[in-house]
Structure formats: structure tokens, C-alpha cells
């Protein structure tokens, strides 16, 4: 079965410097992977998302992430922060033709001034 | 509607009560999942709908849990007397047809605090 790791539970940044937030999927199927956002007392948002085609996938926010097959990767990155960039961030996986995402436990990012 | 909309958006009750979560879906979409968030446990799923039949519901961590949709549009999620380790934030979320394809639109969720 499918799952998602995030290694990070929290990453503290300070603003203006990059992030990476970390996402690995355990099978090398073809997937579909999304990230999302949730932000204090709201729901889940979709960042971005891969489903073929370029592996670099621009999302909102100047977000965006990179698909890597052969480490079965999708990691998150910003080259800049701002502090309304703090919530959490899910990754998750689909494979294709299945009817449901599968979430990873979440990313928490804190933005410092 | 616009959204994914999810009532109440708070809900205290007391330890052994049954409790009604409901979820109405953005107009159209077919697909409509039930996801618990526990703090640190990132999203369980409970379960799925397509239409108002449920070909997964896998997640509902006992019979205590069940859930309906009715018109292939409004569903209501069900606790019977509920626990404290059922506290958490249940959220809602809709697609269309081919959900893997196009991802979730979710509601913003009901906070349950079992007392």
C-alpha cells in the first residue's frame, strides 16, 4: 500500500531564506502527488500539484516542487519566506487509477521576523 | 455553493452522547471523503463516497462510526456515544469524478472536544 513520509514534523525558518520541506512516497508506480496548505483554524488548501509532464511544478505562493522519480521524492521548496508563509504543509500521493489521496503527517512551518 | 461547507464548526459534548457532523459538497462534484486530523497524526481517512454509495470505508476506526449521503450530495457523519479519544477535527472534502486526478477541495473542518 501507499505511503507518504515527511520527516520534518516542524522546520523553523527565519523570514526571507529559503525551505525545503521533505516528502518521500514508498511505491515507484506511476502517482500523482500533491502538496497542501492548512493554515491556522482553516482548512486544507491545494499548493500544487504533479501529474505528468515536467518534473518542476510551479505552484501559488511562489511555491513549488520537484518530482524525482528514481527517490521517490517530492520535496517542497520557497526560495524566500515571508511569515505569512507559516501553517502546515501536507504532502500526499495518489496512485493512478486509485480513489483516494494518501496524506503524509504534515510539515508544521514557522516563519521567524 | 461556492465550497466545501462543514457544520458545526465547533461541537463540545459530553462523553457517551452521539453526535451529527455535516458536510455539504461543492454542487457537482460526485467523489466526498471523511479525513479525522489529531494532533501530530496528520489526516486519517474514514471514508468515501461516490455518488451516495461508499466503496471504501475502511478508515472508520470502529462501529461506533458510520455515515451517509443522501442525493449524491449532503452527508452526515455519525458518532454514537462518543469517547474522548474520538476528540479531533473532522474535515470534509469533495471532487469530481476522478478524484486522484484532480485532488480535493476541503471544508474547514468541525472541532469535536468530547468531555
Known amino acids: 500500500a501507499q505511503s507518504v513520509t515527511q520527516l520534518d514534523s516542524q522546520v523553523p525558518v527565519f523570514e526571507e531564506a529559503p525551505v525545503e520541506l521533505r516528502c518521500n512516497y514508498s511505491?515507484?508506480?506511476?502517482?500523482?502527488l500533491f502538496w497542501y496548505v492548512q493554515y491556522p483554524n482553516q482548512g486544507l488548501q491545494l499548493l500544487l500539484k504533479y501529474l505528468s509532464g515536467s518534473t518542476l511544478v510551479k505552484g501559488i505562493n511562489g511555491f513549488e516542487a520537484e518530482f524525482n522519480k528514481s527517490q521517490t521524492s517530492f520535496h517542497l521548496r520557497k526560495p524566500s519566506v515571508h511569515i505569512s508563509d507559516t501553517a502546515e504543509y501536507f504532502c500526499?500521493?495518489?496512485?493512478?487509477?486509485?480513489?483516494?489521496?494518501?496524506f503524509g503527517t504534515g510539515t508544521r512551518l514557522q516563519v521567524f521576523p | 455553493g461556492a465550497g466545501v461547507s462543514q457544520s458545526p464548526s465547533n461541537k463540545v459534548t459530553e462523553k457517551g452522547k452521539d453526535v451529527e457532523l455535516r458536510c455539504d459538497p461543492i454542487s457537482g462534484h460526485t467523489a466526498l471523503y471523511w479525513y479525522r486530523q489529531s494532533l501530530g497524526q496528520g489526516l486519517e481517512f474514514l471514508i468515501y463516497f461516490q455518488g451516495n454509495s461508499a466503496p471504501d470505508k475502511s478508515g472508520l476506526p470502529s462501529d461506533r462510526f458510520s455515515a451517509e449521503r443522501t442525493g449524491g450530495s449532503v452527508s452526515t457523519l455519525t458518532i454514537q456515544r462518543t469517547q474522548q479519544e474520538d476528540s479531533a477535527v473532522y474535515l470534509c472534502a469533495s471532487s469530481p469524478n476522478n478524484p486522484a486526478l484532480y485532488g480535493y477541495t476541503f471544508g474547514s473542518g468541525t472541532r469535536l472536544t468530547v468531555v
Open positions: 511505491s515507484s508506480v506511476s502517482v500523482y
Open positions: 500526499a500521493v495518489s496512485d493512478r487509477g486509485a480513489d483516494k489521496l494518501i
